[in-house]
Nanobody, 114 residues
Framework: QVQLQESGPGLVKPSQTLSLTCTVS??????????WNWIRQPPGKGLEWIGY???????VYSPALKSRTSISRDTSKNQFTLELSSVTPEDTAVYYC??????WGQGTQVTVST
């Protein structure tokens, strides 16, 4: 069974870059046809898809966040990473990583505040 675990700072200052890592166990992030997603849920709002990195290493981002988003991976550690630049308080949310087949991490709260 594939398990995902998010990690990273819980507090980020405005204008800085948010960086989160998802560690995958029980499966490889290079498994054919698997896509590894980042999703967030702001307080009181619905889920918002941020982007994914594919098994091949290619990436696709939400048009709404594309200019500020970068997703990369470290295959030696079986991890993939989200970077979201120039954050504002509107980026405060619970951030999740998830596989294409519906395995989700537990989520991590990120607050953008001075």
């Amino acid at each position: 069974q594939v398990q995902l675990q998010e990690s990273g700072p819980g507090l980020v200052k405005p204008s800085q870059t948010l960086s989160l890592t998802c560690t995958v166990s029980g499966g490889s992030i290079t498994t054919n046809y698997y896509y590894w997603n980042w999703i967030r849920q702001p307080p009181g709002k619905g889920l918002e898809w941020i982007g994914y990195i594919a098994y091949s290493g290619s990436t696709v981002y939400s048009p709404a966040l594309k200019s500020r988003t970068s997703i990369s991976r470290d295959t030696s550690k079986n991890q993939f990473t989200l970077e979201l630049s120039s954050v504002t308080p509107e980026d405060t949310a619970v951030y999740y990583c998830a596989s294409v087949v519906g395995d989700w991490g537990q989520g991590t709260q990120v607050t953008v505040s001075t």
